[in-house]
Structures are given as C-alpha cells and as structure tokens.
C-alpha cells in the first residue's frame, strides 16, 4: 500500500486491486468496500464451496439470483448472440458446452422494486456458470458505486486491468500483452471504463465454448464503454469472433457507445473506427 490518499493497493477475486482518490480512504469506506467484494465473491465464485455457483453446480433446481445478476445476464445474452455462442457463462474446457437454451432458463424479476432479486435461474442439471469474462468489469462498476455513496466522487478502481474511473481525464497505458514494461498505447479515461483481455497473465484462460479450446487467433483485446460491465464484456467478446464491431452494434442499442482494440497473434492492431487513443504500433 502507499501513502494514505494516494492509492489504496490490496487483492480480492485471487487479483490485485488499485483504488486511487484525492484523499485518503476511512476504515468505514474500505470496510464497505470488503463487504461488497465478499457478497459478490459469494455469489459467483467458481473455486469456493459455499458460494452460490458452486451450489448449482452440485444440483439442478431453481435459483434467486442477487440484484447485480439482472445486467449481468443481459449482457451475456447479447454477447453470447453476437459471437455465434462462443461467448457463454456455461463454459467446459476440452469440450464444447451445451446450448444456453438447454443449460439455464432465467426468469427476470418485473416488480421493479430496488432492492428485489434480479430474478430466477433454472438449471434443469447441475451446470457451472463461469461469468469471469464481464464479472471482474461489474464487481469494479459496484466498488465504484461504493466510493460514490460515501462522497468519494472522483477515484479510479483498477481491478487487475478492468478500470473504472469518475472525475477528470486520467491517461491509461494499454499493456503490452507479450511484455508487461511496454505499453502499446494510450487512452485518456474520464467518466467511463476501459478493460482488458488478454493471453499474457492467464494463458489458455479464454475458452471458446463451442469447442472448448482456449483462443489462439488474438493476444489481446481492449474496450471502453460507459461501464467496466460492458467494457468487460465487449474486451473479451471481441477476442471471440472475427467481427468485432458486430460486437459493439449489439451492444449499443441498451448500453451506448463501445470502442475497441486487439492484437493478433502476429501482433498486429485493429482498432474501431471511432476508438479514441494512441497507439504507438
């Protein structure tokens, strides 16, 4: 950790996590922020036993699902429609997962009420749901949220990569993704998320699940969007599919304006025409 007000270093979700804010964090407002990371991490975690997703991979039957589910799940849907399937929250490796359809049903809840459960998911089987691929991005939006209810308006919450910034224009180094000390470019963040993807921290951890098989066509890919969900979401659906701005003209209907940049394995870079930053190759 460095000096109280400058940045706030600690590990959650087995990554490292930055906040930065202008002035130094209270006990109470890192405890809150404990708090939601632990609740999150008890609902989605694939490697604890008493988390909610372990649970409904021991035994079919019908789930509530926490508030946090409702954006989740829709975002999945439509990045799962928009790569063919290959991006799936029902994930196997070696082998290719089952159908949305045959795996889950999710029921959303339509009482509108703040605090209601986003709604039911069925699960006809046991079934592993792995929602890494925006989960990280939506666990940064929430601490965020965090910071902003206890009037810390202008922060940064970098979690391994999927940042979420409010407050003036930051300038944020897109990471090399075969080198760590390089940078490839350069993007100025201000009230909005940019997250990565990529091969280099996690090797093979990208499956495609209609085979199975890790991605072997991209080494990394980058997004900004209104949200670390979304841009999440969209920085690992773009590694999936050839067409990456089919990616952002699904996604903008709901959820806005989506940019983005991948490398390949060549190491070459596509950017969207609309993407805003500097890229040094």
Known sequence: MSRA?????????????????????????????????????RTWSRFREDSLVARIGREPGSWPLPAEAGPLLALYRVLYEATGGRMSPVVRRGAAAPPWRDAIAWTPDASGARHAPAGVLAAPRP???????????????????????????????????????????????????????LAVGVVELAEGAIAASGQNRQPGHLVD???????????????????????????????????????????????????WARMDARGRLEVSAGFEGELFA
């Open 5 to 41: 007000g400058e940045r706030w270093s600690f590990a959650a979700i087995g990554v490292g996590w930055h906040i930065d804010a202008p002035e130094p964090l209270t006990a109470g407002v890192r405890d809150a922020i404990a708090a939601r990371i632990e609740a999150y991490d």
């Open 127 to 181: 079934v592993v749901l792995d929602v890494a691929a925006a989960g990280k991005g939506q666990l940064a939006d929430l601490v965020s949220g965090v910071l902003t209810e206890h009037g810390v308006g202008v922060h940064t919450v970098d979690a391994s990569g999927d940042i979420r910034r409010r407050g003036p224009a930051t300038r944020v180094a897109l990471e090399h993704p075969l080198d760590e000390t």
């Open 209 to 259: 699940a209609l085979t199975g098989l890790p991605v072997r066509a991209w080494l990394a890919g980058w997004a900004t969007a209104s949200s670390a969900l979304v841009a999440d979401g969209a920085a690992t659906a773009i590694m999936l599919t050839a067409d990456a701005d089919a990616v952002a003209t699904a996604l903008r209907p709901e959820w806005g304006r989506v940019e």
